[in-house]
């Protein structure tokens, strides 16, 4: 019996990539359907575009072609968590529709796979976008890595092949922030990269903005590490001597400056250390609550069996 691959796409306002990307793909999914029970999953993240009716033709001349349409935009991450959450099969492929990541490459992810590797992936050595962007990304992923409390592969893509019990370990995470490239990290397992350069979208306008990738940056250290919960304690001994210094200078002068530095050490230490204790205390709570990061839209899916 075949295993069954499921290649995952998650897809938001796509309407002029999805007919170009499936294009490219058809050829992929023949030669993969000599060995294996093939198809593709679109997570349609509330797309307000005529996305959801070119998957439904495609889907209609393709039974092997599905569509998740999530209740609202909850952002990239959580579309790829509703993928992987809700997919049926043994392996499982995550590819962006706007072929910026070759279709192609998907042969030798399972290829690999083959050879005994649980998570195959693409390492981005390259890409068609300004260099200070590119290497903001890099730095970001290094500075990621030196803070995480566990391993960070560099320079990973999302562009990636999960064996089954890979995908059965990350789904046991359950976090109001998920991050796949930390979540492959953590579970550890067998890995392969391989590098590629990134290509230029083939159609349409990029999601990502400055803002939206600074706050993903944020959001991802956040829950990834937990140095900044750990900081004050690590420099308590520092601000202790720097307040007595401070302390007994007073005693023996007379000075104005003195004693707004003491204020100033006094309030800003416990004013951070407030300050990142709230950030992890809400991050815990709304983790609490156990709400699904997405809500699926049965009436406008076209659903796997």
């Not at 997570?43 to 349409?69: F, G, L, W």
């Not at 306008?205 to 004050?232: K, Y």
């Not at 300050?275 to 992890?280: E, L, M, T």
């Amino acid at each position: 019996m075949k295993q069954r691959l499921t290649i995952i796409c998650p897809v938001c306002n796509e309407q002029a990539t999805v007919p170009i990307f499936f294009e490219r793909i058809k050829p992929v999914l023949a030669k993969l359907s000599e060995t294996y029970d093939c198809s593709l999953l679109f997570t349609n993240n509330a797309s307000t575009d005529e996305t959801p009716t070119q998957i439904r033709k495609i889907s209609a001349e393709n039974p092997n072609v599905y569509m998740i349409t999530i209740s609202k935009n909850v952002g990239y991450q959580a579309s790829l968590e509703c993928g992987l959450r809700n997919a049926k099969g043994d392996v499982f492929v995550f590819i962006d529709v706007d072929c910026e990541d070759p279709p192609e490459m998907i042969l030798d992810f399972v290829r690999f796979y083959e050879q005994g590797y649980d998570i195959v992936y693409g390492e981005r050595v390259d890409r068609d976008e300004p260099r200070l962007i590119m290497w903001g990304r890099k730095v970001f992923y290094r500075v990621l890595k030196a803070l995480a409390d566990e391993e960070v592969i560099l320079d990973m893509a999302e562009f990636s092949l999960l064996a089954g019990h890979v995908r059965d370990s990350i789904v046991k995470d359950h976090t109001s922030f998920p991050f796949i490239r930390a979540s492959i990290g953590r579970v550890g397992f067998n890995r392969k990269g391989i590098a590629y350069k990134r290509n230029k979208r083939v159609g349409g306008e990029t999601h990502f903005r400055f803002l939206g990738m600074a706050h993903f940056a944020i959001a991802g250290i956040l829950s990834s590490s937990t140095l900044f919960l750990r900081l004050p304690i690590y420099i308590f001994p520092v601000w202790l001597a720097a307040i007595s210094a401070l302390a007994i200078a007073r005693v023996y002068l007379t000075s104005a400056w003195i004693e707004a530095a003491i204020i100033f050490l006094v309030c800003s230490y416990f004013g951070a250390a407030i300050s990142f204790i709230s950030i992890y205390v809400g991050r815990t709570y709304k983790n609490s609550l156990g709400r699904p990061n997405f809500v699926i839209d049965d009436k406008n899916s076209v659903l796997q069996d």
